[in-house]
């Protein structure tokens, strides 16, 4: 197993390194071959190299079975223009590695309930809602304009869909929700958006591969209400590319920590590009106090998704349920009575209980 390492910034290398840990633990454990190569995104290459992503750090990941991501950003490059901050990385790698689904898991756990904003009626029984978002089109990647016309200062990006775009992520929606609850969920804006329409015209043709899936469709402004006052009638959901940026922030916090939420990025074949949802929390960073869970279960994402293995995956997010029901908390989720660990701490323990 090839896995390239790219550890950004912020807290990106504390908690990289306890997945690191992690997986090296998983190689022993299950006695395969393990390889990693370190390469740099984000302000971490900006500053060796001027810009967040090289053609040197994409080689590599091309080269490698899969990729794990730390996190990007930070107040230092701010103020780059846009092309060359940190974030731009992340666009270039999702586009140049053809990483078009993007599975966020919003998984409530029983220990955790107390920490969602919601109310604890709403989450009878956890909470488990997969997010699958289009990563590689639209707005993101559209047309886009900033100049004077006419003397008047105008700017605007296009929101632009193919149909074999739309058909390949819901392709990966419906497999993923015939293995779940069997309820895919559209989420779009297709009483004003045309490319909503195309949207809802594709996954409706894609619906009669898959008869045993229940599909409906939600414009994004009500989706967005449902998922705070009747989140359990999510199973998987699918969307484009800003709509899902924005639901899954939504979707994360009432699973009550965004330090806990992994992510996968999916290519066609078996490659993927794992990483934690939550960002590079610049003010927090060097203190070993940060949450490596989210790190962690994406390295179970990792094993399940890139190399189908099953039991592994759900072995390290058995050892995190367990970590958690034992008391052990980072300070992101500490509540009184519980022990607070530090991030090498939490490592070491999911490691112990795996
Ligand atoms: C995310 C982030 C990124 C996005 C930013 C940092 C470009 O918000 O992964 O959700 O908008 O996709
Ligand atoms: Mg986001």
């Excluded at 484009?240 to 066609?268: K, Q, Y």
Aim: hydrophobic content about 40%; overall charge negative.
């Amino acid at each position: 197993m090839n896995i390239t390492i790219l550890k950004g910034d912020g807290i990106g290398p504390e908690v990289m390194d306890q997945g690191i840990k992690v997986l090296e633990k998983i190689s022993e454990l299950y006695a395969f071959p393990l390889n990693f190569n370190y390469g740099f995104i984000g302000g971490d290459s900006i500053d060796r190299f001027g810009v967040p992503l090289t053609d040197d750090t994409i080689e590599m990941c091309r080269k490698s079975d899969s990729v794990l991501l730390g996190a990007v950003g930070g107040e230092k490059w701010n103020q780059l223009p846009k092309e060359i901050r940190p974030e731009a990385g992340l666009l270039k790698i999702r586009k140049e590695l053809n990483l078009f689904a993007n599975l966020r898991p919003a998984i409530l756990f029983n220990q955790l309930k107390d920490a969602s904003p919601l109310k604890n009626s709403l989450l009878e029984d956890g909470l488990d809602i997969m997010i699958v978002r289009e990563l590689t089109g639209g707005i993101y990647f559209g047309e886009q304009f900033h100049d004077v016309i006419d003397g008047v200062e105008t700017a605007w990006d296009t929101m632009k869909y193919m149909d074999y775009e739309i058909e390949r992520i819901a392709r990966v929606a419906f497999e993923i929700a015939q293995k779940r609850n069997k309820k895919l969920t559209l989420v779009d804006k297709a009483n004003v958006l045309e490319n909503s329409r195309l949207w809802r015209k594709i996954v409706e043709k894609v619906s009669n591969d898959y008869k045993n899936v229940e599909l409906n469709y939600l414009y994004v402004d009500n989706a967005s209400m449902q998922l705070v006052c009747n989140p359990k009638q999510f199973d998987v959901i699918v969307t484009g590319n800003m709509f899902g940026d924005i639901i899954s922030d939504e979707a994360s916090v009432i699973t009550g920590s965004i330090g806990m939420l992994p992510s996968a990025s999916l290519s066609d074949d078996k490659f993927g590009l794992y990483e934690p949802i939550h960002g590079s929390a610049p003010d927090i960073a060097g203190q070993n106090i940060a949450n490596p869970l989210a790190t962690i279960m994406s390295v179970a994402m990792m094993l399940k998704y890139s190399f189908d293995m099953n039991e592994a995956f759900d072995r390290i997010n058995a050892a995190v349920e367990k970590v958690l029901e034992n008391g052990y908390r980072t300070k992101d989720i500490y509540e009184e009575g519980k022990t607070l660990l530090s991030t090498t701490e939490m490592g070491e323990k999911v490691i112990q209980y795996l």
